[in-house]
């Protein structure tokens, strides 16, 4: 039992590290496009840890209720089927709009 | 033969719908099961050409294909996510960002749709636009070596073009009518 919770410590903490990393990077990166670098892959990988660790959490604890971990391994699934599709549209449609990639060696916008 | 691909959409939609309603539902008495089914159906005739393209051939190697090609790209998403972190956290900030192109030979929605999206998870690309016609891609990537993993080592492009029957160099055949 107990390691198993240690388990799960571990997803929740790997899932809001790579969260946190995302909002850094939001931050610090120059321009739009790495911006959605940032936040399209760490909300990927940080709410599908989290969600992991839920899963494993539930199972352990609550096994008789399977139905919920089930419905929790939809959610990752749609997570890492939507994300990358919802990173690409807004890409797209800054593109498309004209916004000028950021170089190396321009200014900070 | 038309008739046939209607009728395995049909079944296929019906059955993917009611595995929803099971699992989403949580009720197995008579009345949840029998109004669940009705549901079902009536939504897998209205619309099972959006979830089932095609015909059956060689649906079942193409999935069994994507399943082995999953945990590869599961393990792809792992690398992307401690190289955009490395990129964050360094104090000097090492990206030098470029947009490039680059064409395939794949043409149908669903190996189109995979390609772009895997491209998104895997480190530093994102994709910005496919051209279904030409199969053109246009990618932004956050510096010049993953760049160079699209362009030159192309094992992506590879990988999805061998899970959906295309012929790597062969730019152009394909299922696209």
Redesign the interface.
């Known amino acids: 039992m107990v390691i198993i919770d240690g388990i799960v410590t571990l997803f929740l903490a790997g899932g809001l590290f790579f969260t946190f990393v995302g909002s850094i990077g939001l931050l610090r990166f120059p321009d739009f496009y790495t911006r959605l670098h940032a936040t399209g892959k760490c909300d990927t990988l940080g709410a599908g840890l989290i969600i992991l660790g839920l899963i494993l959490y539930h199972l352990v604890h609550y096994s008789e209720s399977f139905l919920v971990a089930a419905k929790l391994s939809f959610l990752m699934l749609f997570i890492f089927i939507a994300n990358p599709t919802a990173t690409h549209a807004i890409m797209k449609a800054a593109y498309q709009t004209g916004l000028v990639p950021w170089k190396l060696g321009d200014e900070r916008k | 033969m038309k008739r046939g691909q209607r009728l395995f959409g049909i079944s296929l939609t019906f059955g993917i719908m009611s595995l929803f309603w099971i699992?989403?539902s949580?009720i197995f008495d008579g009345f949840h099961l029998i109004s669940g089914a009705i549901c079902c159906a009536i939504v897998a005739l209205i619309s099972h050409d959006l979830l089932v393209k095609g015909g059956a051939e060689k649906m079942v190697q193409k999935s069994l294909r994507l399943f082995r090609y999953i945990p590869w790209e599961f393990w792809q998403?792992?690398l992307?996510?401690i190289d955009?972190?490395y990129?964050?956290?360094h104090p000097k900030?090492p990206?030098?960002?470029?947009?490039i192109e680059f064409e395939t030979p794949l043409r149908s929605d669903f190996a189109l749709?995979t390609l772009?999206?895997s491209i998104?998870?895997t480190p530093?690309t994102?994709?910005?636009?496919v051209d279904p016609e030409t199969g053109k891609f246009?990618v932004?990537a956050?510096a010049q070596a993953p760049a160079d993993a699209l362009l030159v080592d192309q094992t992506m492009q590879r990988k999805v073009a061998e899970v959906f029957f295309v012929e790597p160099s062969a730019g152009g055949q394909s299922a696209h009518p």
């Open positions: 699992l989403l949580g998403i792992v992307a996510n955009v972190a990129r964050v956290l900030m990206i030098n960002p470029c947009v749709v772009a999206n998104t998870l530093g994102i994709t910005i636009l246009v932004h956050i």
